[in-house]
């Protein structure tokens, strides 16, 4: 039976394990054996537990070989019969017995080996009397059968490579197996096959030595790939083979093909040795597929480094620390001193060395060579025999040849930091320091000082910042270096590093800002470093926290800028804070002109551009007024008038009459102040402009938006002839605006000549025309010309304008012309006249005829309306026909009346019914008879206008019957 003890107290005669801590520059001393003290030490890193082996009390040998995987434990016991038992450790099941004394007569086990499905056990046999070759057996750990390999007699098994990713609970798979003649078969064992399934010779390390044994073998694989290496040790040599085998090779003879041929050189380290043997170990996390670590045993003390995982990596072992054992020490001392102070065994963990000596056990760390661990056994413990450790559960076990344990490893790397820190290797330091706050902070601190004496000044700022040391203590440091670059970094993480404590905040800040604008106005910047350090600033004070503590700290951060005199940071303050009528006019003292426009533009406050527009107008026109045009709509262009107003030089003008075009084109300014100043300008200063502006109002007078009357006297005192002629033109001077026009453009007085309505103001201003052309000239050409323009002038007008003395002859031809055009229209007045008095007779005719025409209506003659006789009221009668009562007819007809009409008749209503009532009343007299029949008469002429179906009802045929739906519903509910 096996299990594990439940009671983890020690034995009464087991010495107690001390653990020995790093004292730099030595090794503590190890305690005297039995010595304990609990009190002043920590939990040790490594504890021995016994494990129990419960074996059947039939058998009392002694332990003599023990071999663990997977948590199956292969031990042999040294009985008057020799005895194999198979245990699972986590269960508490009989073991599983093979007796083997019949195989071994002459014969004796050398090692057990034991695969990593912990089901295929190799015991080599080496002869103990003459006449005998070497053997091994095969043992599956489904069955007691033993099976003698016959194919591998003569060869001594010292080491063997099981295949972890070939073999299986059924067949070990391809494996290799090493001699004590250096040699490296390749074989295959199952657990049906009477015989090795192969046996190849794949490499010879012995190259015919006798005694070359191969102490350790291991084969591995890069995961994800098909690269597999083998790694093999002698007492001096450790040898290591890679190659990439395909996807389907079952054998691993190709892995040292390429070594055989002479066409790749294995890796190979030789070493001067003191020993007869050496051990291999490697290391990797449970279940890992490939170890990370390897350490070799050797004559020279104990190698290690990692595994190389690249594919493509020359070299399988990579680094190779060393730590000394110095064995040359022990050389003058016999054979048995020096077996009790040579390791036998050893054991590898991530970070330690465990190492079997014949009395104790000894734990190195790898990382500084220093004994942490030192453990003795007792006599009444047994003789130690070995020590190893399960792949797959990771567990070391130690045994002697009466008692078994296992070894507990208590947080191994607790150390670790410290170790990496004793090295410098802070990042590592800092790594596994990591969980615990105070050891971190060590590490930092550390990291800082080491930063700060190497001169990387900004990044010791950095560490410090994570650290708990304090705060006035790191800036005497930094205060006093001439770069002030690393005590900024510093105290600003430091202040984001703060909770929310406004005083140390407001301390934090102001030292800052103070440290900021030292360095911004040092006397020997060059620009480039002050825009630098500005920018930095202005950065730093954007940040949420310190612009929260500015808001609530104004005064002495302003008090603070005001000693450094800096203007620009000032400023830049009082936007932040948004005093920008301050900044503004501090800017405009200083006469920073531009900033303060700048400034200007980052605030909403309307006003100050009405303030401040006429100041920077003098000194930026250009770029005042672009800033006014970027506003756009949200500026009163009147209310910009005085700004604009002020200013008579060139450049300013260009700009004016720039921002007055985009007010008026295209904000679609209509003020009259604004366009009246715009039409000043072009008449002052653009005059070609003028006209198209003029033009572009239009020549609707109530659509234009200047004031006539101003632009009238504009254009005449700036002498705008064109202008002054349009704007005559749409005040109707004709007169005026021709005299003007003649005198620098006929064709133009001529076009208004014939602008106005009346014939008789066209016809005096082409005499106009004619006189300014003719008289003094006697140009008989120009007054020809002039009577073909225009149809209104006659020779005769034309006469008085030339000279007495001019000849008669010359005008023979028009006053022909004229005779004859007389001649005719007098003939057509005298057809119009006698045309005229035969229609005068027609008219009289036709008067006649209607006085003598009359309608005769019968007595039963109904209303075409109410259909009752029409006589019995008052009543109407159409050419067409059609007769209706008076009030019929106007009850019809109302609802067709405009509104006007409807508000007319109803008041002539009134006004007969106010007569009529006077009438009763007072005596009748003529002119109330007349104004009452002129009541009436105009009453009838709008009820009785025209026929209600000839006339009334065709003129309202598209038009519906109902116009009031929702009137209509009401009255239908």
């Given at each position: 039976?096996?299990?594990?003890?439940?009671?983890?107290?020690?034995?009464?005669?087991?010495?107690?394990?001390?653990?020995?801590?790093?004292?730099?520059?030595?090794?503590?001393?190890?305690?005297?054996?039995?010595?304990?003290?609990?009190?002043?030490?920590?939990?040790?890193?490594?504890?021995?537990?016994?494990?129990?082996?419960?074996?059947?009390?039939?058998?009392?040998?002694?332990?003599?070989?023990?071999?663990?995987?997977?948590?199956?434990?292969?031990?042999?016991?040294?009985?008057?019969?020799?005895?194999?038992?198979?245990?699972?450790?986590?269960?508490?099941?009989?073991?599983?017995?093979?007796?083997?004394?019949?195989?071994?007569?002459?014969?004796?086990?050398?090692?057990?080996?034991?695969?990593?499905?912990?089901?295929?056990?190799?015991?080599?046999?080496?002869?103990?009397?003459?006449?005998?070759?070497?053997?091994?057996?095969?043992?599956?750990?489904?069955?007691?059968?033993?099976?003698?390999?016959?194919?591998?007699?003569?060869?001594?098994?010292?080491?063997?490579?099981?295949?972890?990713?070939?073999?299986?609970?059924?067949?070990?798979?391809?494996?290799?197996?090493?001699?004590?003649?250096?040699?490296?078969?390749?074989?295959?064992?199952?657990?049906?096959?009477?015989?090795?399934?192969?046996?190849?010779?794949?490499?010879?390390?012995?190259?015919?030595?006798?005694?070359?044994?191969?102490?350790?073998?291991?084969?591995?694989?890069?995961?994800?790939?098909?690269?597999?290496?083998?790694?093999?040790?002698?007492?001096?040599?450790?040898?290591?083979?890679?190659?990439?085998?395909?996807?389907?090779?079952?054998?691993?003879?190709?892995?040292?093909?390429?070594?055989?041929?002479?066409?790749q050189m294995h890796g190979e380290e030789v070493i001067e040795t003191e020993l007869n043997y050496s051990?291999?170990?490697?290391?990797?996390?449970?279940?890992?597929?490939?170890?990370?670590?390897?350490?070799?045993?050797?004559?020279?003390?104990?190698?290690?480094?990692?595994?190389?995982?690249?594919?493509?990596?020359?070299?399988?072992?990579?680094?190779?620390?060393?730590?000394?054992?110095?064995?040359?020490?022990?050389?003058?001392?016999?054979?048995?001193?020096?077996?009790?102070?040579?390791?036998?065994?050893?054991?590898?963990?991530?970070?330690?060395?465990?190492?079997?000596?014949?009395?104790?056990?000894?734990?190195?760390?790898?990382?500084?060579?220093?004994?942490?661990?030192?453990?003795?056994?007792?006599?009444?413990?047994?003789?130690?025999?070995?020590?190893?450790?399960?792949?797959?559960?990771?567990?070391?076990?130690?045994?002697?040849?009466?008692?078994?344990?296992?070894?507990?490893?208590?947080?191994?790397?607790?150390?670790?930091?410290?170790?990496?820190?004793?090295?410098?290797?802070?990042?590592?330091?800092?790594?596994?320091?990591?969980?615990?706050?105070e050891h971190l902070d060590m590490v930092l601190v550390k990291k800082a000082d080491a930063a700060f004496?190497?001169?990387?000044?900004?990044?010791?700022?950095?560490?410090?910042?994570?650290?708990?040391?304090?705060?006035?203590?790191?800036?005497?440091?930094?205060?006093?270096?001439?770069?002030?670059?690393?005590?900024?970094?510093?105290?600003?993480?430091?202040?984001?590093?703060?909770?929310?404590?406004?005083?140390?905040?407001?301390?934090?800040?102001?030292?800052?800002?103070?440290?900021?604008?030292?360095?911004?106005?040092?006397?020997?910047?060059?620009?480039?470093?002050?825009?630098?350090?500005?920018?930095?600033?202005?950065?730093?004070?954007?940040?949420?926290?310190?612009?929260?503590?500015?808001?609530?700290?104004?005064?002495?951060?302003?008090?603070?800028?005001?000693?450094?005199?800096?203007?620009?940071?000032?400023?830049?303050?009082?936007?932040?804070?948004?005093?920008?009528?301050?900044?503004?006019?501090?800017?405009?003292?200083?006469?920073?002109?531009?900033?303060?426009?700048?400034?200007?533009?980052?605030?909403?406050?309307?006003?100050?551009?009405?303030?401040?527009?006429?100041?920077?107008?003098?000194?930026?026109?250009?770029?005042?007024?672009?800033?006014?045009?970027?506003?756009?709509?949200?500026?009163?262009?009147?209310?910009?008038?005085?700004?604009?107003?002020?200013?008579?030089?060139?450049?300013?003008?260009?700009?004016?009459?720039?921002?007055?075009?985009?007010?008026?084109?295209?904000?679609?300014?209509?003020?009259?102040?604004?366009?009246?100043?715009?039409?000043?300008?072009?008449?002052?200063?653009?005059?070609?402009?003028?006209?198209?502006?003029?033009?572009?109002?239009?020549?609707?007078?109530?659509?234009?938006?200047?004031?006539?009357?101003?632009?009238?006297?504009?254009?005449?005192?700036?002498?705008?002839?064109?202008?002054?002629?349009?704007?005559?033109?749409?005040?109707?001077?004709?007169?005026?605006?021709?005299?003007?026009?003649?005198?620098?453009?006929?064709?133009?007085?001529?076009?208004?000549?014939?602008?106005?309505?009346?014939?008789?103001?066209?016809?005096?201003?082409?005499?106009?025309?004619?006189?300014?052309?003719?008289?003094?000239?006697?140009?008989?050409?120009?007054?020809?010309?002039?009577?073909?323009?225009?149809?209104?002038?006659?020779?005769?007008?034309?006469?008085?304008?030339?000279?007495?003395?001019?000849?008669?002859?010359?005008?023979?031809?028009?006053?022909?012309?004229?005779?004859?055009?007389?001649?005719?229209?007098?003939?057509?007045?005298?057809?119009?006249?006698?045309?005229?008095?035969?229609?005068?007779?027609?008219?009289?005719?036709?008067?006649?005829?209607v006085r003598e025409r009359s309608i005769r209506i019968s007595a039963q003659e109904n209303c075409n309306?109410?259909?009752?006789?029409?006589?019995?009221?008052?009543?109407?009668?159409?050419?067409?026909?059609?007769?209706?009562?008076?009030?019929?007819?106007?009850?019809?007809?109302?609802?067709?009346?405009?509104?006007?009409?409807?508000?007319?008749?109803?008041?002539?209503?009134?006004?007969?019914?106010?007569?009529?009532?006077?009438?009763?009343?007072?005596?009748?007299?003529?002119?109330?008879?007349?104004?009452?029949?002129?009541?009436?008469?105009?009453?009838?002429?709008?009820?009785?206008?025209?026929?209600?179906?000839?006339?009334?009802?065709?003129?309202?045929?598209?038009?519906?019957?109902?116009?009031?739906?929702?009137?209509?519903?009401?009255?239908?509910?």
């Amino acid at each position: 039976m096996s299990s594990f003890d439940d009671d983890e107290s020690w034995m009464n005669y087991k010495p107690a394990a001390k653990f020995l801590p790093v004292v730099e520059g030595k090794t503590a001393d190890c305690p005297a054996p039995g010595a304990t003290d609990f009190d002043k030490l920590e939990t040790p890193i490594f504890s021995k537990r016994q494990i129990t082996l419960r074996i059947p009390p039939s058998y009392k040998g002694n332990l003599v070989h023990v071999t663990v995987n997977k948590n199956w434990l292969v031990c042999v016991l040294a009985t008057p019969q020799t005895m194999l038992l198979r245990f699972f450790l986590p269960r508490a099941l009989p073991p599983g017995e093979i007796p083997l004394e019949k195989y071994l007569a002459g014969y004796a086990i050398s090692k057990v080996f034991l695969d990593y499905t912990g089901h295929h056990t190799l015991i080599p046999i080496v002869p103990q009397t003459s006449g005998l070759s070497a053997d091994f057996l095969y043992i599956h750990g489904n069955g007691p059968k033993v099976r003698r390999v016959e194919k591998f007699k003569d060869h001594e098994i010292t080491a063997v490579a099981f295949n972890r990713y070939m073999g299986t609970e059924t067949s070990t798979g391809a494996i290799l197996l090493g001699t004590s003649r250096g040699l490296i078969f390749e074989t295959e064992l199952s657990q049906d096959g009477s015989s090795p399934l192969q046996r190849k010779q794949v490499y010879d390390l012995g190259l015919g030595r006798t005694k070359y044994p191969i102490t350790g073998l291991e084969l591995l694989r890069l995961p994800n790939t098909n690269k597999y290496m083998v790694i093999a040790t002698t007492p001096d040599r450790i040898y290591t083979f890679q190659e990439n085998l395909k996807p389907d090779d079952r054998s691993l003879q190709f892995i040292f093909a390429n070594y055989v041929n002479g066409q790749q050189m294995h890796g190979e380290e030789v070493i001067e040795t003191e020993l007869n043997y050496s051990l291999l170990q490697l290391y990797g996390e449970p279940n890992e597929k490939l170890p990370k670590q390897w350490a070799w045993l050797c004559g020279s003390g104990i190698r290690f480094g990692e595994i190389s995982t690249e594919e493509r990596a020359p070299n399988v072992l990579l680094g190779d620390s060393l730590i000394k054992l110095d064995f040359k020490q022990y050389k003058h001392l016999s054979y048995e001193e020096r077996r009790q102070n040579a390791p036998r065994a050893m054991a590898l963990t991530e970070y330690h060395a465990l190492l079997l000596y014949s009395d104790h056990i000894t734990g190195i760390c790898l990382l500084n060579e220093k004994v942490v661990y030192e453990e003795y056994f007792h006599e009444q413990m047994g003789k130690l025999l070995n020590m190893l450790r399960d792949p797959f559960t990771g567990t070391i076990y130690v045994y002697t040849d009466k008692m078994f344990f296992n070894f507990r490893i208590t947080d191994e790397q607790r150390d670790v930091w410290r170790i990496y820190l004793d090295k410098g290797q802070y990042d590592l330091a800092e790594i596994y320091a990591a969980e615990q706050p105070e050891h971190l902070d060590m590490v930092l601190v550390k990291k800082a000082d080491a930063a700060f004496e190497k001169g990387d000044y900004n990044i010791a700022a950095d560490f410090y910042a994570e650290t708990t040391k304090p705060f006035e203590e790191v800036s005497l440091k930094f205060i006093q270096l001439e770069n002030k670059r690393p005590i900024i970094r510093y105290v600003k993480k430091r202040l984001a590093m703060l909770d929310n404590d406004p005083n140390k905040i407001m301390v934090l800040v102001i030292w800052l800002v103070d440290l900021y604008l030292s360095q911004i106005n040092y006397p020997r910047r060059t620009a480039q470093e002050r825009a630098e350090w500005q920018s930095e600033f202005d950065e730093f004070m954007q940040g949420a926290r310190v612009a929260d503590c500015a808001r609530q700290n104004k005064e002495p951060i302003r008090n603070l800028l005001k000693e450094h005199a800096d203007s620009h940071n000032i400023a830049q303050f009082a936007i932040a804070n948004g005093d920008y009528e301050e900044v503004i006019e501090q800017q405009i003292s200083s006469d920073k002109f531009k900033d303060a426009l700048h400034t200007l533009t980052q605030q909403d406050n309307l006003e100050l551009y009405y303030k401040y527009c006429p100041i920077l107008m003098d000194y930026l026109p250009e770029e005042t007024i672009a800033t006014l045009m970027s506003q756009g709509r949200k500026l009163d262009v009147k209310q910009l008038i005085p700004t604009l107003v002020l200013q008579e030089s060139d450049k300013h003008i260009e700009q004016i009459i720039r921002y007055l075009e985009y007010a008026i084109y295209k904000l679609g300014e209509t003020h009259e102040a604004v366009h009246n100043y715009i039409l000043f300008l072009y008449a002052k200063y653009k005059p070609n402009k003028l006209l198209t502006y003029l033009e572009n109002e239009g020549q609707d007078l109530s659509l234009i938006h200047y004031d006539l009357n101003y632009a009238l006297i504009q254009c005449q005192q700036f002498k705008v002839n064109a202008a002054t002629v349009f704007l005559m033109c749409l005040s109707k001077m004709w007169a005026a605006a021709v005299e003007l026009a003649l005198t620098f453009d006929l064709k133009l007085a001529k076009e208004i000549a014939s602008k106005p309505a009346l014939e008789e103001d066209r016809e005096k201003m082409w005499l106009t025309i004619a006189q300014h052309e003719i008289q003094g000239t006697n140009d008989v050409k120009k007054a020809l010309d002039l009577l073909k323009e225009c149809e209104l002038l006659r020779i005769e007008d034309l006469l008085p304008f030339f000279s007495d003395f001019e000849k008669i002859d010359d005008f023979k031809e028009p006053i022909c012309e004229a005779l004859k055009d007389y001649n005719q229209k007098i003939q057509e007045l005298k057809h119009e006249m006698d045309e005229c008095d035969k229609q005068a007779e027609r008219v009289m005719k036709d008067l006649q005829n209607v006085r003598e025409r009359s309608i005769r209506i019968s007595a039963q003659e109904n209303c075409n309306l109410c259909e009752t006789f029409l006589m019995v009221k008052p009543f109407f009668i159409f050419v067409c026909g059609h007769k209706f009562h008076s009030d019929c007819l106007e009850k019809q007809i109302l609802p067709m009346l405009s509104s006007d009409q409807s508000r007319r008749l109803t008041n002539l209503r009134q006004q007969l019914d106010t007569l009529v009532t006077k009438n009763v009343l007072d005596n009748i007299t003529d002119e109330m008879i007349i104004q009452r029949a002129k009541l009436k008469t105009e009453i009838e002429e709008i009820v009785a206008a025209d026929c209600y179906y000839c006339g009334v009802m065709i003129d309202t045929i598209d038009q519906p019957f109902v116009s009031d739906w929702d009137q209509v519903n009401v009255d239908w509910e």
